[in-house]
């Protein structure tokens, strides 16, 4: 290491060199950096004095990095995390008194099989600590890097070396229908459930889905007449009603208990779906970010 080199840059630049090189934008670094734009410009100054380099330059509309700035992104970029983690290894993870505020995605269908057991949790053994909530959204590579959320939680996968996964659990489907339904005694044959109207959850707005295909390569089709943007309420869509609705077996398991429904395997062999919980690596060593990963993926073993 040359002392001397280090001894060049006010290392307190070197945050707001690498947000720069990630966003591209005085404006969008100084939001991230909870900074004024001005005070981010004259950094910038600062940098290009100091490194004799442009850094970023105009490129039409857009500022991209200059070349020996692009070469400096990904090791700046690790080196920072690197002294993140080694400042918050000395951090005591005790959840008892910490006071922090998480941001988490989560859809309304895990909210609802893993916030029972991970609320009273939280409130037992880290009262300091709240969760804000919000559905899942594009683009979640970005969210977690720019610290929009702290966490994930979310099927398929996430291409990127900065990002780390983990499996929660792991769900199958089944179908939901009032009690009362002429298909709910005895097993749901293929000819039944194509025969009757269905309910289709469906958080974009697209319509059809696995199941849809499933019974397309079968030559089959299924009559949906209502398309809803989420799980919340199902029970008042399907109760009293001749509509069937196709639900993971964790959700199925828990409205079926509490909404009263009635719950059967479906005619066909059901996907299986892995749900993971993923978060940003410059926060795998910060030991409450840890705990409540933890926390996480113990409420879903069942």
């Given amino acids: 290491m040359h002392i001397d080199h280090l001894n060049r840059i006010d290392m307190n630049l070197l945050l707001t060199l690498h947000v720069l090189l990630e966003e ?47 070469s400096w992104s990904a090791s700046l970029g690790h080196s920072l995390e690197a002294l993140d983690g080694l400042l918050q290894a000395d951090d005591v993870a005790d959840p008892a008194t910490a006071v922090r505020t998480f941001r988490l995605w989560i859809s309304d269908y895990v909210q609802a099989v893993l916030m ?30 720019n610290g929009d959320t702290d966490m994930i939680l979310l099927t ?29 005694e005895g097993p749901l044959t293929l000819e039944g459930f194509c025969a009757a109207p269905h309910a289709l959850v469906a958080p974009m707005g697209t319509p059809g889905g696995f199941v849809d295909r499933l019974l ?9 007449v209502v398309v809803l943007p989420s799980f919340l309420g199902v029970e008042g869509v399907i109760g009293g009603t001749d509509l069937l609705l196709t639900a993971p077996m964790r959700l199925a398991a ?21 749900m993971k919980l993923a978060w940003h690596r410059r926060s795998d060593g910060d030991p409450i970010h840890r705990w409540l990963r933890e926390r996480i993926l113990q409420a879903g073993v069942v």
Avoid: N, W, Y
């Avoid at 398929?156 to 339904?181: I, N, Q, R």
């Avoid at 509490?258 to 005619?267: A, D, E, F, K, N």
């Fill in 216 to 224: 397309e390569a079968r030559g089959a089709r299924r009559d949906v």
């Fill in 156 to 184: 398929g996968t996430l291409a990127a070396p900065d990002v780390l996964t983990a499996s929660v659990f792991t769900d199958t489907f089944e179908c939901l229908m009032d009690p009362a339904h002429p298909l709910a």
């Fill in 116 to 145: 029972p057991t991970l609320s009273r949790e939280l409130r037992q053994q880290a009262p300091g600590l709240t969760l804000h909530l919000r559905g899942v959204g594009p683009p979640a590579v970005e969210a977690l890097r």
């Fill in 24 to 70: 591209r934008s005085v404006t969008l670094a100084a939001e991230r950096l909870g900074r004024h734009p001005t005070t981010v410009s004259h950094a910038l100054a600062r940098l290009r004095e100091t490194l004799d380099d442009p850094i970023l330059v105009r490129a039409g509309r857009d500022m991209v990095p200059s070349t020996k700035a692009a």
């Fill in 254 to 274: 828990t409205l079926a208990r509490h909404g009263g429904l009635v719950r059967r395997p479906l005619p066909m062999p059901s996907p299986v779906v892995e």
